[in-house]
């Protein structure tokens, strides 16, 4: 099946500085992928989706300058929280969709999410 | 986007047949029903989708009521493993949607 990968798995970094994290799609290419971000014990809340040869679209909330995201080529979308403080330490997960059709699994497109992230600012 | 509503937690012993229900009243004509399955620090993983009446797979079956208005996500004989936290979405068919989470389930199975 497909394939997100999501690097780091697990990142502590100092307040004020800035971490990037990479999502990959391995065995498709995915025009459009999705970042979130999840608190212990809540769900997962989208972010922005990230279109690939333009510019992001931030959920309502989300500042655009604080969570950087790129997704210049078809396989590889990053997001980098800037200038990072404590209260952005969180699970971030990545997902792209797959082309639906495949027997069992439905009719839709399919999301396929990466592993995620463990980000600790200290 | 519908909104979903589902339990907020469950508890079910080994062995046991686990059917989460979730309500979804605003269901649009193209709308699809999907379940994931999220453990502690990883990312949802697929389970099934469906559009209506009855679909199985080899981890779960959906029912799905001919009013579309709920659906039920049944797991057979459940073990340690299937602990996890179960949302049920509403996504719209085709194309490359944003995929939107509710609270989720989180089911405890019991040895």
Redesign the interface.
């Known amino acids: 099946g497909a394939v ?1 990968s ?1 690097h780091p798995s697990r990142v502590i970094c100092k307040s004020g500085t800035s971490v990037k994290i990479e999502c990959r799609s391995l065995d498709f290419q995915a ?2 992928m ?1 970042w ?1 971000r999840q608190f212990p014990k809540q ?4 972010m922005a ?1 990230s279109n690939e040869g333009s510019k992001a679209t931030y959920e309502q909330g989300v500042e655009k300058d604080k969570f950087l995201i790129n997704h210049a080529s078809l396989t590889l979308s990053t997001l980098t929280v800037t200038s990072a403080h404590p209260e952005d330490s969180s ?1 971030y ?3 792209a ?1 797959v082309s ?1 059709g495949r027997q ?13 992230t ?1 980000l600790t600012v200290v | 986007l519908a909104k979903t509503t589902q339990p907020i937690s469950m508890d079910s012993y080994e062995g046991q047949e686990v059917n989460i229900t979730c309500s979804h009243n605003n269901i649009a004509t193209n709308d699809y029903i999907t379940w994931y399955q999220q453990f502690p620090s990883q990312g949802p993983r697929f389970i099934i989708q469906g559009y209506k009446t009855k679909v199985t797979n080899e981890v779960a079956s959906l029912f799905i009521p001919a009013d579309r208005k709920s659906s039920t996500l049944s797991l057979p004989r459940v073990s340690l493993s299937d602990t996890a936290v179960y949302y049920c979405l509403v996504e719209l068919s085709g194309g490359y949607q944003k995929v939107t989470f509710g609270t989720g389930t989180k089911l405890q199975v019991i040895p």
């Open positions: 997100v999501q025009t459009t999705f979130y769900s997962l809340m989208l989706t699970f997960i990545c997902s969709r639906g069992g699994r439905g009719m839709n497109t399919e999301a396929f999410f990466g592993q995620g463990r």
